[in-house]
């Protein structure tokens, strides 16, 4: 399909008893007991600093014997040490953690921390802020920087270098707040929004969002306006994980510290294996490297149906059918384990540019040449739906993650983005543009689009506001959106696909290698983990890069003639993608 040119150039529920994920051990609670009901938490019978262990100071050694003790295989051994007993609670073997404690005589929390944690997890607020903060005023700074970076406040846990202590207490209150809203505490939710949270002065938007809770009518309102899921789902685990890193590792560990420092590990090896394009993760007993031989690299298949240029392709989210379309106006789909036609939808007279698979598979949006989008029914093989509000090619569509509304997009400057539902009803609309192409991130929060004014639109979904707009000197031809909705990936018309973060719109990575000036070419993420881009070509070829490092990796001889216009990668089978192109032919 040829590329337009733009003509102008508290008090909480009951106690979740774990620490870092797993369940309180009697090592923990021997730890509790050790430390003191005193002030700072500190040992009634030894001078620890900070809450520490009986024997030791913020998980010190235990005498002055292992003072300088030997390193492992150069990693810090009480590093190591503590990490391990934190490991072997996780798993449950409480007893051999408690060994390991006595054997080393380091602990992997000190008691301060300790209490810290339980006073999170069990909802007592007024605890958790005496432990943080110890003996401190609670709206002054205080406290000390020691030579090693990290800020020590009087009496409370160690702090990070760069610890903002407002915005832990700022958290800490928020999920007081929302407590006290879920047991419908309103007056006492209301103290603490006007005099614990609003003292904070952090960010007066968040504020007037948590006073609007206030007006929810009930528990489950409450947790979808503010998603949230209640104090007795992960919210604690989750606050307390995100105040961890603030808080000093000398006196608390990030939760699960291993599993973390392991699956960086895994994905170093990822990232560095060119050709890996399986599910399955890499073991840690041996280096991992994918043969080149399991990588899909040829055609087995070529699929004639049509009996013109095909267009675009898209694989069914279960990964079980294909559909096919194009210029001769039909929509083929395809059963991917056969390869048989089992769906031929048709649209005489009327070139279909762009199909989308709904989130359940049941339908299929089209988006035609002659300003029709329809909606079908994918078994019955029925129109559903016929729109007929643009005024030109309709160029692009896409679900919402929830399947009860779509968008479509339009070169109809006057009706250039709609957002619709299933009964044809247009709930709102962008204006100012004309539209190439358009996607809806996986988690339903952005709509990007890309315009024939060499622009890039990113807006909110939800408050349907504008977020970020690029402008480039070259012509855009598609976007699309990874699964982990953190990336998008982008077409250009001089040669070139860009990679950019969809927070900040900015540039991650560039693809180079494959021609194209003049058609539409579309690009998408492919194989196990998206590690792969893939693209067409007007040169006949498909295109491979690796995602991470943005190494070419594969230059696929595609069809016979012209155009390879749209590639998709099968969302469930890694080694299977497909490609449309000028020839007639989808190749699989």
């Known amino acids: 399909m040829r590329l337009e040119k733009n003509p102008s150039n508290p008090q909480a529920s009951s106690a979740k008893p774990h620490s870092n994920g797993s369940s309180l ?101 007024a605890d958790a802020e005496r432990f943080l903060l110890g003996d401190s005023s609670q709206d002054g700074e205080g406290g000390r920087d020691d030579d090693d970076g990290e800020h020590h406040l009087e009496g409370g846990l160690v702090l990070d270098a760069g610890a903002d202590k407002n915005q832990m207490l700022f958290s800490l209150r928020q999920q007081k707040y929302l407590e006290l809203l879920e047991e419908r505490d309103l007056g006492a939710a209301l103290m603490v929004l ?33 998603d949230w899921d209640g104090a007795g789902g992960k919210s604690r685990d989750d606050l307390l994980s995100e105040l961890s890193k603030s808080i000093s590792p000398s006196v608390m560990i990030p939760p699960r510290r291993l599993a973390v420092l392991l699956h960086d590990v895994k994905q170093h090896q990822i990232a560095n294996c060119l050709y890996h394009n399986t599910n399955k993760s890499p073991s840690l007993y041996s280096e991992h490297m994918c043969d080149r031989s399991q990588f899909p690299s040829y055609a087995r298949l070529a699929l004639d149906e049509h009996n013109d240029e095909v267009w675009f392709l898209a694989f069914s989210h279960d990964g079980l059918r294909l559909g096919a379309t194009g210029k001769d106006g039909s929509i083929i789909i395809y059963d991917t384990s056969t390869f048989a ?17 709904s989130p359940d598979d049941s339908k299929l949006l089209s988006c035609s040449n002659n300003h029709l989008a329809r909606v079908w029914d994918t078994q019955a093989g029925t ?36 957002l619709w539902d299933l009964e044809g009803e247009c709930l709102h609309t962008w204006s100012g543009y004309r539209i190439r192409d358009c996607s809806i991130s996986p988690d339903g929060r952005r709509l990007v689009a890309v315009t024939n004014e060499r622009k890039i639109y990113v807006y909110d979904l939800r408050t349907r506001e504008e977020e970020n707009c690029v402008t480039l000197r070259v012509d855009l031809t598609c976007v699309s959106i990874s699964r982990d909705s953190r990336y998008m990936l982008v077409n250009l018309s001089n040669n070139e696909i860009q990679l950019l973060d969809m927070n900040t719109a900015k540039v991650v990575r560039k693809f180079v290698g494959q021609k194209q000036g003049h058609f539409v070419i579309r690009s998408s993420f492919g194989g196990a983990g998206e590690n792969f881009v893939v693209s067409g070509s007007e040169d006949t070829r498909i295109y491979v890069w690796h995602k991470d490092n943005g190494t070419l990796l594969e230059t696929l001889e595609g069809h016979q ?14 080694g299977m993608f497909a490609s449309a192109g000028d020839d007639r032919k989808v190749r699989m």
């Open 194 to 226: 006007r005099q614990e949270l609003t003292p904070l002065h952090k960010d007066v938007g968040r504020l007037h969002a948590l006073s609007s809770l206030i007006m929810c009518q009930s528990a489950e309102d409450l947790k979808a306006q503010a």
């Open 341 to 357: 036609v089992v769906q031929k939808l048709s649209a005489p007279n009327d070139a279909i540019a762009f199909v989308a698979w």
């Open 383 to 418: 129109c559903m739906l016929e729109l007929d509000r643009h005024k030109a090619e309709v160029s692009a569509g896409a679900w919402a993650p929830d399947g009860s509304t779509f968008v479509t997009g339009s070169l109809d400057r006057q009706l250039p983005m709609c």
């Open 25 to 125: 051990s009697p090592l923990h609670k021997a730890a509790l007991i050790r430390s003191t009901n005193g002030t700072n938490g500190k040992s009634r019978s030894h001078n620890a600093t900070n809450g520490s262990a009986a024997a030791h100071a913020n998980g010190s050694t235990a005498s002055s014997s292992r003072a300088s003790p030997p390193d492992y295989f150069g990693h810090d051994r009480e590093e190591v040490t503590r990490i391990l007993i934190q490991t072997l609670m996780d798993l449950g073997y409480h007893t051999a953690a408690g060994t390991l404690t006595r054997e080393s005589g380091y602990e992997v929390e000190s008691p301060a921390a300790l209490a810290f944690r339980l006073a999170v997890l069990q909802g007592e607020w």
């Open 561 to 574: 003639f012209g155009c390879v216009n749209a590639v998709a990668w099968n969302p469930t089978n890694p």
